[in-house]
């Protein structure tokens, strides 16, 4: 059974860097063409891909964004890491880790964590 | 950037048909998917590469090949499919893009 599930803290202040780490199980991101990948919502906006590191280390980040986002991962935990830097008010949302299971024949994310919603506030 | 535009919202009596449309630039060359979320859910993968369904959605749920558009059905729109929708689609300059997301109410 896969499962992903996000954790951090739910608050930060402005300018401050956040660290969300993904911990998932029921797959192995050594396993060819598996990735994990970040995405976040804001409050009534639409969803936003953020960053994806898949089983070779590669990484791919948001073109708006590629200059704040650092991914990580760490095989023998089973865990991904986002940091973000220089957090802005505008950037609370909930932030969702999901896997793609073969990169790159296919491109769509199947399963989900619960998401971790993070306030940016003073 | 590349856009993906959904309307706002649709509404649907129970039994009816949902369709959810996504609209894009030369969408009929990407391979369209889409996710149901809820609050306070982990979203959910309902159809993927236009018409396909993974295991445990309901064949109710399918997608159109696109020409112009893509579009979400979904046939006999039960109360617990209320969500909002997202199309979704890989694009080799952009990345992951998602479209703007659509309010399915369930009347």
């Known amino acids: 059974q896969v499962t992903l599930r996000e954790s951090g803290p739910a608050l930060v202040k402005p300018t401050q860097t956040l660290t969300l780490t993904c911990t998932f199980s029921g797959f192995s991101l050594t396993t060819s063409g598996m990735c994990v990948s970040w995405i976040r919502q804001s409050p009534g906006r639409a969803l936003e891909w953020l960053a994806l590191?898949?089983?070779?280390?590669?990484?791919y980040y948001s073109t708006s964004l590629k200059t704040r986002l650092t991914v990580s991962k760490d095989t023998s935990k089973n865990q991904v890491v986002l940091t973000m830097s220089d957090m802005d008010p505008l950037d609370t949302a909930t932030y969702y880790c999901a896997r793609i299971r073969q990169w790159p024949a296919t491109v769509y994310f199947d399963y989900w964590g619960q998401g971790r919603l993070v306030t940016v506030s003073s | 950037s590349y856009v993906l535009t959904q309307p706002p919202s649709v509404s649907v009596a129970p039994g009816q048909t949902a369709r959810i449309t996504c609209a894009g630039d030369n969408i009929g060359s990407k391979t369209v998917h889409w996710y149901q979320l809820k609050p306070g859910q982990a979203p959910v993968l309902v159809v993927y590469d236009y018409n396909d369904r993974p295991s445990g959605i309901p064949d109710r749920f399918s997608g159109s090949i696109p020409g112009t558009t893509a579009t979400l059905i979904i046939n006999r729109v039960e109360a617990g499919d209320e969500a909002d929708y997202y199309c979704q689609v890989w694009d080799s300059t952009y990345d992951w893009v998602f479209g703007g997301g659509t309010k399915l109410t369930v009347l």
């Open positions: 590191i898949d089983w070779e280390d590669d990484k």
